[in-house]
């Protein structure tokens, strides 16, 4: 079950960018043209934003993922507590934050 509070919002109007495209398409004045070109930066912060947090969740779900892989090793070889490794694991992991909390913030 997903829990959509931790699923990250685009910050960006997608509804005005693309609205902005199509006028330029339609009518391509100086207006329209500079109004295209000022979301080029916005765009770029957004795409720099969700390609931090994709790198986050990568080291996040490697982590987690040697955590398991040493708790079945420890199990295989009758360590008395195997689960060690992956409660250690999951006390470290912190909840992904929004942007505007988190240490993935500008």
Known sequence: MTNDQHIPRPTIDQEAVRSHLHAVRLRPTPVTVWTVIGDVPVLLAEVDR???????????FADLLAAARATLSA???GES?????????????????????????E
């Open 75 to 77: 199990d295989h070889d």
């Open 81 to 105: 507590e195997p689960l060690t490794y992956l409660r250690d694991a999951v006390a470290e992991h912190q909840v992904c934050m929004p942007p505007e909390q988190g240490e993935l913030a």
């Open 50 to 60: 969700l390609a931090r947090l994709v790198t986050r969740t990568r080291w996040d």
